[in-house]
């Protein structure tokens, strides 16, 4: 028995937050050591009986529930953490030789050219949001921000400004489609145990996304003005060569299909994944070969490995065949990922640790009988449980687990449509230092932690208000019953 383990979650929480925003900003640690050090301490300090319970709620057999509780800390950080980086290990590595190879190669400017010439310089931004947010339909928000971010880096040195801006159109976009619009995991669950019709949660998710990330545009405008960032050097994207590549002249840069294909290859191979799992029976499936073929391909690593085969070959053809030139913009991909990689995968260890303490569960019996309206209700239990433990698909599965059964009685005024709803928008509050998309796209755009934290996280929490405002006003106006 830990004598130091604390029975309420929510004081677990505090030594936590306090551990890892202290450590960063304070004692100015390095983000992995502060996560981990947070990491260790939340889990010491959690009792084991909270840990066997934590498991039993999430599935565990009795016996793998004790097997759990019992094993030695260090260990259930380690799986975690391997948890974490299993999940996104490859894929950052991917994005990083496709970021850097579309740079080295020319293809990040030559879309960047050929954007200026549709758009314009003025609508470049409202390109980036509108494109990111189609993106992050199909595709995760992390893909979507991995293969973007080298296209802002390029715009931003082509035009001199707004940078800052850029990132956060691309994360605006990619952020709201993934919690509102079907097929991406948090919208599916709520589908599914609310009992909305499918078409119905992406057609009210696309039109609540749609506001939302408006929204988001002018609050990233005015952010951008307020607190103008420049893109800074960085291993991946040195500035000097970006400045070289926008001097030369357009017959030396590969073409615009060529250099579409490392961002296009991913997201056709994803994307048809997803419309065949949508749209297809297994039986039907089996004897086609063309399906088996997409359904191969479309998962997210193999998408991504050919996304970054074809970035090098790329590569390889504008330096007319200098293997040396690949070989270096592999090394410093990869050295710049490796960071990113363990930053973020022990903020996905320390947001494990936090969730084993029962902290959903605990803001679940807190809000059990709350009176106030279900919408509302709905968003707020949300927003409280991805703030608490940083994992949006965990606060959205808590929250619709909390309120299905209210949203299945006939006494509703409403469609349960909009209490699904209302969950995905509070998804969005709050992202901070124990969200692993937190990391990324602080670490790949380059935004330090206070800079991130000024910016990127509150324009998650204003979209979200604003599509919990959008969704009151068609509940009362819009029924659906």
């Not at 979507?144 to 040195?157: D, G, N, Q, T």
């Not at 009992?195 to 005015?222: D, E, H, K, R, S």
């Not at 929250?399 to 699904?420: K, V």
């Amino acid at each position: 028995m830990n004598a130091f383990a604390l029975s309420d979650p929510l004081l677990i929480l505090l030594v936590g937050i306090l551990i890892v925003v202290g450590g960063i900003i304070g004692l100015r640690l390095h983000p992995f050591l502060a996560l981990l050090l947070g990491a260790f301490v939340v889990a010491f300090i959690t009792p084991e009986s909270a840990v066997e319970q934590y498991a039993l709620n999430n599935g565990a057999s009795a016996e793998g529930a004790r097997q759990l509780a019992e094993r030695d800390i260090g260990e259930r950080i380690a799986l975690q953490f391997g948890s974490t980086a299993g999940k996104i290990g490859i894929l950052i590595a991917m994005a990083s030789i496709i970021g850097k190879s579309m740079l080295e190669s020319g293809a990040a400017e030559r879309i960047v050219r050929s954007t200026l010439r549709l758009t314009g310089v003025n609508k470049a931004p409202m390109t980036f949001l509108g494109s990111s947010f189609f993106l992050g339909i199909p595709v995760f928000f992390d893909t979507v921000f991995y293969l973007m971010i080298p296209l802002a880096k390029a715009m931003a040195m082509r035009i001199g400004k707004n940078y800052l801006l850029l990132v956060l159109c691309i994360t605006a976009g990619a952020a709201m489609a993934n919690s509102l619009v079907p097929p991406t995991p948090g919208p599916l669950f709520l589908v599914s145990e609310m009992n909305i019709p499918i078409g119905m949660m992406m057609i009210g998710g696309f039109l609540v996304g749609l506001v939302t990330i408006v929204v988001g545009y002018y609050y990233a405008l005015w952010a951008n003005h307020k607190w103008p960032l420049p893109i800074r050097d960085s291993g991946d994207a040195p500035l000097d060569k970006i400045k070289d590549l926008g001097a030369q002249e357009d017959r030396l840069l590969p073409p615009l299909w060529l250099s579409l294909l490392p961002i296009l290859i991913p997201i056709l191979f994803i994307s048809g994944k997803a419309l065949v799992d949508i749209t297809t029976t297994g039986s039907s499936v089996s004897t086609n070969f063309f399906y088996q073929g997409i359904l191969f391909f479309g998962e997210k690593n193999l998408a991504l490995v050919a996304g970054g085969f074809t970035a090098l070959a790329m590569l390889v053809k504008q330096n007319q065949g200098d293997r040396k030139a690949m070989l270096s913009s592999v090394q410093g991909a990869l050295m710049t990922a490796g960071v990113i990689i363990l930053i973020t995968a022990s903020g996905g260890a320390f947001g494990g640790m936090l969730q084993q303490t029962g902290i959903s569960m605990r803001i679940a019996a807190l809000t059990e009988n709350f009176q106030m309206a279900l919408l509302p209700l709905a968003f707020f239990i949300t927003a409280v449980v991805r703030t608490a433990q940083g994992s949006a698909t965990v606060a959205m599965i808590t929250a619709s687990g909390i309120l299905a059964g209210m949203a299945n009685t006939s006494l509703l005024e409403f469609h349960p449509l909009y209490i699904g709803l209302a969950i995905a928008c509070g998804s969005k509050l709050v992202p901070w230092m124990n969200d692993s998309g937190f990391w990324i796209v602080c670490k790949m755009s380059n935004l330090t932690e206070k800079e991130a934290l000024k910016t990127f996280s509150p324009l998650l929490t204003v979209m979200g208000l604003s599509g919990l405002i959008v969704i009151l006003i068609a509940a009362k106006l819009f029924p659906l019953v």
